[in-house]
Nanobody, 121 residues
């Protein structure tokens, strides 16, 4: 089982990026994104259920980020708009077989390698 995240990069404040995370080896009921800035704890960003009917966001990204998934491609996406310098972090995708998405790190058994997002002011 492998999760591979793509799409990070350097962008100016106010810009957009789209992250992708492709899973291989199995499918997952719940997929999510977390992020970790230097010197900080890894924090929840967003999660989505299998059918996409349940989505969850951290308060700091609500209204700016949108999570989606394509089950045929076994891929989850994170569209990030109106980026701020405080969004700078390594973004990790996570996945689990639990049906109900959770905001807790411990709720995810599988993790990708992370992709760096840097937002310049």
């Amino acid at each position: 089982v492998q999760l591979q995240a793509f799409g990070g990069g350097l962008v100016q404040a106010g810009g957009s990026l789209r992250l992708s995370c492709a899973a291989s080896g199995r499918t997952f009921s719940t997929m999510a994104w977390f992020r970790q800035a230097p010197g900080k704890e890894r924090e929840f960003v967003s999660a989505i259920s299998w059918y996409g009917d349940r989505t969850y966001y951290g308060e700091y990204v609500k209204g700016r980020f949108a999570i989606s998934r394509d089950n045929a491609k076994n891929t989850v996406y994170l569209q990030m708009n109106s980026l701020k310098p405080e969004d700078t972090a390594v973004y990790y995708c996570a996945a689990d077989q639990q049906v109900q998405p959770t905001t807790k790190r411990g709720g995810y058994a599988y993790w990708g390698q992370g992709t760096q997002v840097t937002v310049s002011s």
